[in-house]
């Protein structure tokens, strides 16, 4: 099998247990630990070892500390203020996951991407369920599209930023 083949097949992997997590979190409000942990790991490993990698072992290691750094300092203020959580941890390891696999230079356009679908997406899913907007809403499945668009055609976002600003 050549590496382009390969190539696809780890796209082709990465993309479905996106859709898988975000197929669950959109149904149970989780992410579980068995799949988002592992994808972490092999993130950073298949970056590390392989020919194929999306980046460098660096920019894994780094992207999957931030992705979930990011958003666990995001939960740590809104919970000093608020008293309560604003986003699960779940959510972290999803972002971290994709730092892992794609480096953390593609962190901001992911997680901009994901804001603007999941603000669209968030609202429209209170709406169909007739929920007040201070009811949670799933964040995963928003991660998972930005992170499968990333992954696909990485200057999409990038373009698509100044339109939106």
């Known amino acids: 099998m050549d590496l382009e083949s390969l190539h696809f097949i780890v796209k ?39 020919e194929l990698g999306f980046t460098n072992t660096s920019s894994a290691l780094i992207g999957g500390i931030l992705g979930y750094g990011f958003l666990w300092a995001l939960n740590s203020g809104f919970r000093a203020i608020k008293g309560r959580n604003g986003i699960g941890m779940g959510d972290a390891k999803l972002l971290a996951a994709l730092g892992a696999w794609l480096g953390w230079v593609a962190l901001p356009n992911i997680l901009f991407f994901a804001s603007f679908l999941g603000l669209i997406g968030g609202l429209a899913w209170l709406k169909f ?16 599209i930005a992170g499968i668009i990333e992954l696909l055609w990485p200057q999409f976002i990038q373009n698509l930023l100044p339109k939106l600003i």
């Open 129 to 144: 369920n007739k929920q007040k907007l201070n009811r949670a809403f799933p964040f995963g499945p928003f991660l998972a």
């Open 12 to 50: 082709l992997l990465l993309i479905l247990s996106l859709l898988y997590l975000a197929y669950i979190d959109w149904r149970t409000f989780r992410l579980p630990d068995h799949v988002t942990l592992p994808l972490i790991c092999i993130g950073i490993v298949f970056n590390a070892v392989s």
